[in-house]
């Protein structure tokens, strides 16, 4: 079940957030009367900038999964969400696009080596073929010079 956020400071029932992520939770400022709020988010390594992706806009409403405790963000205007961004293990910052691609390539990359190993094992069984034919021909021309 999904419920959207509202202020919980008495005489506020703003509904709008400016945003920003601190450890791995959204700290979300009423735009009303300026109570903070954290929330989990459930983020896996990318944080969320204070704009949206889409329109700029720097305030959000927010939204949260009741079963799952997770809070998400949807830009007040356009309904998309915030901007992504990923800091990698060396501390780079890098754009939710980018580190979209980084994955495709390292599954393309594993893709390559699966391949690559297969064609391993099929030479292995031509040469295991190739030698058993070889023990075969053997086999039958000293059968046929026992004889
Ligand atoms: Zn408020
Ligand atoms: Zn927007």
């Not at 509202?6 to 029932?13: A, D, I, L, P, T």
């Not at 929330?39 to 390594?45: A, F, H, L, S, W």
């Amino acid at each position: 079940m999904i419920r959207t956020v509202v202020c919980h400071k008495e005489g506020c029932c703003g509904n709008k957030f400016f945003i920003e992520t601190i450890d791995n939770k959204i700290k979300a400022t009423c735009r009303e009367c300026g109570n903070e709020y954290l929330y989990d988010t459930g983020n896996d390594g990318y944080e969320l900038l204070s704009t949206c992706e889409s329109c700029k806009n720097d305030s959000f409403k927010l939204f949260r999964n009741i079963n799952t405790n997770k809070t998400y963000a949807k830009c007040s205007e356009c309904g998309n969400p915030p901007e992504r961004i990923f800091v990698d293990p060396d501390g780079i910052q890098i754009t939710y696009e980018t580190k979209l691609i980084q994955e495709i390539k390292e599954q393309l990359h594993t893709i390559d080596q699966r391949l690559c190993n297969l064609n391993i094992k099929v030479e292995d069984i031509e040469r295991g073929q190739s030698i058993l034919e070889e023990s075969l021909a053997y086999i039958n021309k000293y059968i046929l010079e026992d004889r």
